[in-house]
Structures are given as C-alpha cells and as structure tokens.
C-alpha cells in the first residue's frame, strides 16, 4: 500500500521569505516521492522527484525538497517566495513495483506581496 | 508538441445521460490514466492502462468504464452518469523506455470540467 499525507490545507507566505510546504508518506520498501503544481484551471506540472542519492533535490522554478528517511517525509521548499508561486501544490508516492501514484490532497500556496 | 489532449474541456449532462472523454497523447507512452479532482479530495485514480488493449481498475472505478484501442488514445465512459459524477478530469502519462521506466513524470492534460444536473 502507498499514501501520501500533506497536512496542511494552506499555507500563507510573504513575497521574499522562505516557504516549506509539508508532506509525508507510508510506503512499504523505498519510495519514488514526487511534487507538482497547479495553477488555476489547468493541469498539473511536474516540478521534481526523489528516486535515489541526494537527499536533497532540485527542480523546476527554484524549488527543492528534501527527502528524511527516518522521518518519512518529503518537503517541499523555495528559499525566496514570488507571488507567482501561488498555486495547489501536489505531493505525490508511488512505491516500487507500483504502477500507480497516489498523489495527496494539496496545499493551497499563497504569496502575499 | 501537444503532449496530452482532453476533449472536450466543459460538459453538462443530465442524470442518466451517457458520454465519452477522450484523451490523446502524441509522446509514445506505455501507461496512461484517468484521475478525477473533487475540493479537499487530491486526485484520485478512477482506472489506468499499462499498455495498448489493456485497462485496470483504480481507487474509484465505479460507475466508468475505460477503453484503450490505440496506444495514443484512451478513453473514459459514463453510461449513467449521476450529480456524484460532477467533477474536473484529468488524463495522465508515462513513458516506459529508457531510465525512467519505473520513475518517470506523469504528463497531464488540461482537465474536462464535467457538470451533472
């Protein structure tokens, strides 16, 4: 079985400060972890993944995330928000083997300028 | 490129109707999927294929039914559709060739908004 939990439905943010956006997930053996966005009416975007190596990774529009092992856990984070950032933000887990993702119920990310 | 094409983008019927999505992709993938998007729900998977002639049930299969005749075109079926069925839909896929057979992206497609009186 594979599940993703993001424990928070919003998070608010300053244009400028940093912004970590939380995930968490349950997986049986060691999980491929993935984020995407979505901006208002449209589909969603692959920003970054985690298979293996570095726990810290980098992606699309200056975000990274971490992957912790021991704290099942795979955070998304931006060192300098932008308004243009605001947007649903999706983790997402598929375990090995798996054909599917299942992906989290979102994070709502709004910049204030 | 095109990538991932949902037609059409906006729909209402009425309860019992019936009606078709279809989702295209022209970037040669193996597997592809349709997940539904409700508020406060995520996404979640209604069915996915692992390759041309080939369906599976997702976590939410009931009341759809999929086909997948041709490698680029996969679509979802409502026979009867009901209020519960109103929803934004989503096609997604994946490649299978290369190193990212097992770890590659979903592409998405820009979502069918469907509304049932």
């Known amino acids: 079985a594979q599940s993703v939990a993001q424990p928070e439905d919003q998070v608010n943010v300053a244009e400028g400060n940093p912004l970590t956006v939380k995930c968490t997930y349950s997986v049986s053996g060691n999980p491929y972890l993935f984020w995407y966005v979505q901006y208002p009416n449209r589909g969603l975007q692959f920003l970054l993944k985690?298979?293996?190596?570095?726990?810290l990774v980098k992606g699309s529009y200056g975000f990274e995330a971490e992957f912790n092992k021991s704290q099942t856990s795979f955070h998304l984070k931006k060192p300098s928000a932008l308004v243009s950032d605001s947007a649903l933000y999706f983790c997402?887990?598929?375990?090995?083997?798996?054909?599917?993702?299942?992906f989290g119920k979102g994070t709502m990310l709004l910049v204030s300028p | 490129n095109a990538g991932v094409t949902q037609t059409p983008k906006f729909r209402v019927l009425k309860t019992g109707q019936s009606m078709t999505l279809l989702c295209a992709q022209d970037?040669?993938?193996?597997?592809m999927y349709w997940y539904r998007q409700d508020p406060g729900m995520g996404l979640r998977l209604i069915h996915y294929s692992v390759g041309e002639g080939t369906t599976a049930k997702g976590e939410v299969p009931d009341g759809y039914n999929v086909s997948r005749l041709k490698k680029q075109n996969f679509l979802l079926g409502l026979e009867s559709a009901a209020p519960s069925q109103t929803s934004v839909y989503f096609c997604a896929s994946r490649g299978l060739a290369g190193g990212d057979a097992l770890t590659g992206e979903l592409f998405f497609g820009e979502g069918s908004r469907l509304t049932v009186l």
């Open positions: 970037m040669n993938h193996e597997y």
């Open positions: 985690y298979i293996t190596g570095d726990n």
């Open positions: 997402a887990v598929r375990a090995p083997g798996y054909s599917t993702l299942t």
